[in-house]
């Protein structure tokens, strides 16, 4: 059956794989799936045929057959239970494989979108300068954390997992701040992520989308 995904018909990152369609693809690939991938335009996002697949009129969702979802975590669990490479066999394994998953998107991912909305939505407030450095601090919580619990293991339980991708696609939002390069285990665990061969499709495929054309 045909995989369908949606993703913006022009992100506003110029293709920095920062839009969570990236993370669905990078899965796909992983995975070993082909897909297709519906290009929707901010205002289309917006209008009944979009909504109907995804409520709150976002991108990315996943259409297969007679199953649409939306929420980046349902769609890479979906990926990884239905197909080999994302989750491992051992049915404990696969659960903290899933705990990882929830863990980023419930753990560290928020501060992360907190930092993010505050630089460019309310930079200009006149109370941004002094909360800025308090968001980061926040960041730098969960990443000694997790840099913690990492130490110099590969990934972050045994092999590559869908917790990891989730973890890595997070984290990638961090690169241009420096906050990333503060724990080097962290930096370098996300490079390895970056450097999958399913990545480097997944980055490619949406750079061909999104990257900024002369003129
Ligand atoms: N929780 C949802 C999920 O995980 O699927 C969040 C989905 C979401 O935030 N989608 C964003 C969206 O559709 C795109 S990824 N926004 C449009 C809207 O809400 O109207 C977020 C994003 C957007 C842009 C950049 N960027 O340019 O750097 C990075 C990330």
């Known amino acids: 059956m045909t995989i369908t995904i949606t993703a913006f018909e022009r992100s506003p990152d ?9 993370r669905v693809r990078w899965a796909l690939e992983e995975a070993g799936q082909p897909y297709e991938v519906r290009l929707v335009s901010f205002q289309a996002m917006k209008e009944p045929a979009h909504l109907a ?30 197909h080999a490479g994302l989750l491992p066999e051992d049915a404990n394994a696969r659960a903290r494989a899933v705990t990882w998953i929830f863990a ?58 869908a917790g990891d991708l989730m973890m890595v696609s997070v984290l990638l939002r961090l690169k241009s701040s420096g906050l990333l390069d503060e724990y080097a285990n962290l930096a370098a665990y996300v490079a390895r992520g970056e450097a999958r061969p399913a990545y480097q499709r997944a980055f490619a495929a949406q750079l061909a989308i999104n990257k900024p054309r002369a003129g």
């Open 14 to 22: 110029g293709g920095r794989g920062l839009a969570r369609d990236t």
């Open 53 to 82: 697949l995804h409520p709150f009129g976002q991108i990315p969702t996943y259409e297969e057959g007679a199953l649409a979802l939306f929420e980046t975590g349902a769609i890479v669990f979906h990926i990884a239970t239905h």
């Open 104 to 161: 980023a998107l419930n753990t560290v991912e928020p501060p992360i979108l907190e930092l993010g909305t505050g630089k460019m939505l309310e930079g200009k407030k006149p109370w941004t300068k002094e909360r800025l450095p308090l968001l980061e601090d926040r960041i730098r919580d969960r990443l000694k954390q997790l840099s913690a619990r990492l130490v110099d293991a590969e990934w972050l339980d045994g092999g590559f997992s």
